[in-house]
């Protein structure tokens, strides 16, 4: 069986565009789903794992690749 679902195109997909942020993926959370499969402007949520706390966070691609960080991280800071 074909794969149904929608692929980036090569070279523009999130982790060619977007190599830092693309590894903060959470391949384990994510299943099949992978960051060379998706176009960084994608409204798809996936899960990131922080990598200076190692947070797992729920967010859209198109947010990770806009340079949105770490959500937990964020709050964090400001209750200190």
């Known amino acids: 069986l ?4 929608k692929t980036a ?3 523009n997909s ?3 565009l977007f190599p830092n942020a693309a590894r903060e993926w959470d391949y384990d959370k994510n ?3 992978r ?3 998706v176009s960084s402007r994608s409204g798809k949520k996936a899960y990131f794992k922080c990598l200076s706390k ?4 729920l967010s859209t691609i198109a947010n990770k690749a806009a340079g949105h960080g770490c959500s937990k991280c ?7």
């Not at 074909?2 to 679902?5: E, I, K, P, T």
């Not at 964020?74 to 200190?80: M, P, T, Y």
């Open 35 to 37: 960051p060379e499969d």
């Open 54 to 57: 190692g947070h797992v966070t």
């Open 74 to 80: 964020a709050i964090d800071s400001r209750a200190k």
């Open 31 to 33: 299943g099949d789903l």
């Open 9 to 11: 195109l090569p070279g």
């Open 14 to 16: 999130f982790a060619d």
């Open 2 to 5: 074909m794969s149904q679902r």
